[in-house]
Nanobody, 124 residues
């Protein structure tokens, strides 16, 4: 059974950094897409980044390009989202999700399996 568990969220000042982790199990990454999404209060869930098992390509939303990096450690079955130069508008619940298709750019409605989320709060 597919499971994803996020960790690494917290409170950070603007300009700071966090690294989120998504531990996954129950599937082979080679045939999946894994994405990071976020949702701020009162806003739609937003695709942040994704990585595709078919070719290893990475994709980013314009809102975070140049600041966030997605990566994978296959030995640990973990996907990371390194977040630098954080801004207050980055605040929200961050989720990782997976789907057995090459879905890029990340589109929340197309991803099948979701983690529980981890809170990221960026203070001014």
């Amino acid at each position: 059974e597919v499971h994803l568990v996020e960790s690494g969220g917290g409170l950070v000042q603007a300009g700071g950094s966090l690294r989120l982790s998504c531990a996954y199990s129950g599937f082979t990454f080679d045939d999946y897409a894994i994405g990071w999404f976020r949702q701020a209060p009162g806003k739609e869930r937003e695709g942040v980044s994704c990585i595709l098992g078919t070719d290893g390509s990475t994709h980013y939303a314009d809102s975070i390009k140049g600041r966030f990096t997605i990566s994978i450690d296959n030995a640990k079955n973990t996907v990371y989202l390194q977040m630098n130069s954080l801004k207050p508008e980055d605040t929200g619940v961050y989720y990782c999700a997976a789907d057995p298709a090459s879905i890029a750019p990340p589109t929340a409605e197309k991803y099948s399996f979701w983690g529980q989320g981890t809170q990221v709060t960026v203070s001014s």
